[in-house]
């Protein structure tokens, strides 16, 4: 065959269902402007738990967006992949019917907490009434994959498939995966990771954590950076993508949004944070490495911004080890303290942040943070404009997953 | 003791309930040779319904009847099922 550049993957469509927006332009709206939508629980069967605090998505009629036949065996955290799904298929010009091509349509989500409440209602029958109670779908509902399943047989998509299950920078590396699929030469993934953490049960499953914040305060319980740093809190939605070959997408005559440079992750323990430090400034260079990208390059960095002292004071190392004295100017923003982090879809939230603050030339704030205690550039109060070419995003598992993801402005012929 | 027949408009009912799949009972009489799957009825749906109606009426149903292809073969498998040996 030729010798073709190699393919790039771009990013042609965005679907957003979080707790500060059903679509995206309302999420970056909320972003932009740094408007916290952290709040107390509201949700049924939750109000006893010390948990108090999360970024729950209200006003989401799952009723009106998603069929019967996929509801019935589905849980909330996929009906937020669904929904979020047919945006970015809308958004990329590919949302009418029946794929042309489907066996170059692919998916892979990331997921973290799976189907807790489905899985909380079965087994509940099989306690209270018996086994013969529990419905079938209790089978594939609960389970990590299930979004990855229902998108593709929703949309008739029968390209390569996956599901990814690295902790929560699992939703970075799903976008590297997708990425690396369409180099490989599959035409179009969809990409990204929906979560539904605040139901009782998902909720006391996450109380063990040391590091979740259960300060009852919406505005005090996640200022990751600060010396008033007491952890971090959960919320649920995510965001979907469509990642495409670049050249495909100009064919097709759709914007290419951005392209996905670098992606490199590590493993450095279960809330070992201490030791995340060099874990994620090794991601870190090995994103730049991939993308052929030198740290001064790099114009707005996403952090992970966990919000426990020992975690944000190895991530303001970590960004310092990787990018040298470029890593105290470069401009950095964690957007999520103001919708709290949605485990898996926490980075693929920021990601979208990261395209959309490109597109704008805006480095969104970080709500509800003032006053940091770490030698870092961290946008606060409010949207600084900037001209943005290459955005860095970073993530962090409580399971001791680290990774770096390195998005270039769509149109730049960078490399 | 089993006294009524499940019908047709019980097993649109019980699509609906178990698999979320809208289907006329009506056009599922008209339809009771057609697959399952042409109204939208996975196995696992199936399989739901099957629960239900054991749950029911208090009854084992035979392992075939989660197999079963079109809505007559279902029906007539549960229904003499549930009337022998009632």
Redesign the interface.
Known sequence: MSTQRPRRAAVTGIGVIAPNGLRTDAYWKSVSEGVPVLDRITREGCGHLPLRVAGEVRAFDATALIEDRFLVQTDRFSHFAMAAAALALDDAGLGSGDPAEPFSVGVVTAAGSGGGEFGQRELQKLWGQGSKFVGPYQSIAWFYAASTGQISIRGGFKGPCGVVASDEAGGLDSLAHAARAVRRGTGTMIVGAAEAPLAPYSMVCQLGYPELSTVDDPDRAYRPFTADACGFVPAEGGALLVVEDEDRARERGVPVRATVAGHAATFTGASRWEESREGLARAIRGALDEAGCAPEEVDVVFADALGVPEADRAEALAIADALGAHGTRVPVTAPKTGIGRAHCAAPVLDTVAAVLAMEHGQVPPTPNVSDICHDLDLVMSRARPAELRTALVLSRGLMGSNAALLVRRGGESAR | MITTEVTFDELAALM?K?????VDPQELRQAAQSPFDSF?LDS??L??IV?EL??RYGRSLPPDSERCKTPQEFLDLVNTTLTAGA
């Open positions: 609906k178990a698999a979320g799949v809208t939208g696992l749906g399989l739901g629960g054991e749950n």
